[in-house]
């Protein structure tokens, strides 16, 4: 009850929350309670749940998945209108929610009114939008914004709130946004997430990080810190173009980088990092609440090395 609180105190009084153990499942039951097995999600060619989860939403909530291709990870109204088209078909899965990240797997951001538009959009359509929200809080930071305002005042339906990318050991929730048109899903959603296993005997452990989480903003100063350490990893890595070549605008705590391919398995020796894209190769560089300068600065030092 108290991290309940807590919740509601930060995204508002109409946050109904319900703790998970991870992110995965935090996406998996949002799209579960919002949709049923002939409605489609549309979301990214590169968000999480289309690439990273292993076939969970279709496997467990039995919807499909649209992928709309998108330069830098976000979506708009433009990109999702030519996928309604369907809607009435009885031979096409309906569209019925849209999935967006914030930040988006690529670390772009979307603003307060990019998020406003794209609801707006959702709803006058019929259709409900979901946040992945595992890095909400560098999203919050950049872009100086509260949760509550990009999230409940943005018109987000359902979130996927991480604690995990930002210092928590573990734990997840999902806050379902009590509107008239979500209430059955509010009703609904303890039945389902007790049925996917969701539901630990001791959620105390799982919920009780949460009040340390924003107590005195920990979770905002968290991210401040990774933030701070991609911008200036990204300042660092500028020397080295056009032998390094950053992809993506930085506006959270991921770098996107083209290395040469010769320097890579020589690099992966000393440092740890995901293989973005193996056509260049891009590499994901992140950084986090506990990343210091040194760090970066030897991971500086070696590319001079190597370079």
């Given at each position: 009850e108290q991290a309940i609180n807590k919740f509601k105190e930060v995204f508002g009084e109409d946050a109904e929350v319900f703790f998970t153990l991870t992110g995965t499942a935090s996406n998996v039951l949002s799209i579960r309670a919002f949709t049923k097995p002939f409605n489609s999600v549309l979301c990214t060619d590169v968000s999480h749940i289309n690439i990273d989860e292993c076939g969970a939403p279709e496997n467990i909530a039995g919807i499909k998945l649209v992928q709309i291709k998108s330069a830098d990870g976000k979506l708009n109204p433009k990109m999702i209108a030519p996928h309604l088209g369907v809607i009435g078909n009885e031979h096409h899965s309906q569209p019925r929610l849209i999935s967006i990240t914030q930040t988006t797997e690529v670390g772009t951001v979307y603003t307060y009114n990019e998020l406003k538009e794209?609801?707006?959009?959702?709803?006058?359509?019929?259709?409900?939008?979901?946040?992945?929200?595992?890095?909400?809080?560098n999203a919050a930071s950049y872009l100086n914004l509260s949760l509550k305002k990009l999230t409940?005042?943005?018109?987000?339906?359902?979130?996927?709130?991480?604690?995990?990318?930002?210092?928590?050991?573990?734990?997840?929730?999902?806050?379902?946004?009590?509107?008239?048109?979500?209430?059955?899903f509010i009703d609904s959603f303890k039945y389902i997430r007790k049925q996917s296993m969701q539901l630990l005997s001791k959620m105390r452990y799982i919920s009780s990080q949460f009040i340390a989480y924003f107590e005195n903003d920990l979770w905002l100063k968290n991210a401040e810190h990774a933030n701070k350490m991609a911008q200036y990893l990204s300042n660092k890595l500028l020397e080295f173009y056009?032998?390094?070549?950053?992809?993506?605008?930085?506006?959270?705590?991921?770098?996107?980088?083209?290395?040469?391919?010769?320097?890579?398995?020589?690099?992966?020796?000393?440092f740890?990092?995901?293989?973005?894209?193996?056509?260049?190769?891009?590499?994901?560089?992140?950084?986090?609440?506990?990343?210091?300068?040194?760090?970066i600065d030897n991971l500086v030092s070696r590319l001079k090395q190597l370079l």
């Open positions: 794209l609801t707006e959009f959702a709803h006058n359509n019929g259709l409900y939008v979901h946040m992945d929200g595992a890095r909400l809080a409940y005042d943005a018109g987000i339906d359902v979130l996927s709130f991480g604690g995990t990318k930002n210092g928590m050991m573990i734990g997840e929730a999902v806050i379902i946004f009590n509107r008239e048109s979500n209430r059955n056009p032998d390094i070549e950053i992809m993506y605008k930085i506006e959270g705590n991921a770098v996107f980088v083209k290395i040469p391919e010769r320097i890579l398995d020589e690099l992966k020796k000393d740890y990092f995901y293989i973005w894209d193996n056509n260049g190769p891009v590499i994901r560089l992140m950084s986090s609440f506990e990343t210091n300068r040194s760090d």
